[in-house]
């Protein structure tokens, strides 16, 4: 019978050495450039420790998706959560760092199936809460949701926003002023004037008067 081979504890420090090394190699120089060997060196440790912690760089690849993905999420969840969910989720998908390193994980996942997987797993998680979130927004707004489906609002604001952080990364600029003065009006429109509900309540008082006067 052949022993299982021990792997390191996913609590330990040197494994999260292991990913920061990782990803910083990753954002710097791409997917390819993150050897068993260069990692190692990145981190300050021995190349062995690598396939202690991680059977193979394929296993480490994951770790990393893993690990980013939650983060993520909490991420989101804080951003989804706050006064103005719209903004908050706009600035949530227009993050550089992020966009890049998603590009260099698409770009590793056309030659690993797991990674595909794993990214498409996340992905569907990430859509689902999204939507539900904003369907809440433009409820609270008064927004007609099947003029403006919610699923459409946000696959434009999360596609659109990616599209121009990964087009300043190869250097692209143009539209992009007009277009994030376009998207700040629409944002300043939903997030700071008060709720249709609200608003149509008080242009009823303006036209009736108060319900309740003093003497």
Do not use: C
Request: hydrophobic letters at 40%; glycine letters at 6%.
């Amino acid at each position: 019978m052949t022993a299982t081979r021990r792997i390191g504890a996913e609590s330990s420090a040197t494994r999260t050495a292991l990913l920061d090394a990782a990803q910083q190699l990753i954002l710097e120089e791409g997917y390819a450039a993150a050897t068993s060997r260069r990692v190692a060196a990145k981190a300050g440790l021995k190349p062995q420790l690598v396939h202690y912690y991680f059977r193979t760089m394929d296993d480490l690849f994951l770790a990393l998706v893993r690990r980013g993905a939650e983060q993520n999420l909490e991420r989101q969840a804080r951003a989804l959560a706050s006064p103005q969910p719209l903004r908050a989720l706009w600035e949530f998908s227009s993050d550089r760092a992020g966009t890049a390193l998603t590009m260099e994980f698409a770009a590793l996942a056309n030659h690993r199936k797991a990674i595909r997987t794993e990214l498409g797993r996340y992905a569907d998680e990430f859509r689902r809460l999204q939507i539900q979130a904003i369907s809440a927004v433009l409820d609270h707004h008064g927004i007609d949701t099947e003029a403006f489906p919610p699923e459409t609002v946000v696959l434009l604001m999360t596609s659109l926003s990616r599209l121009m952080v990964m087009e300043e990364l190869l250097g692209v600029s143009s539209g992009h002023a007009e277009t994030r003065t376009l998207v700040e009006r629409l944002l300043t429109r939903f997030e700071t004037d008060p709720p249709q509900s609200e608003r149509a309540s008080s242009q009823e008082t303006k036209r009736s008067g108060p319900l309740v006067r003093g003497s």
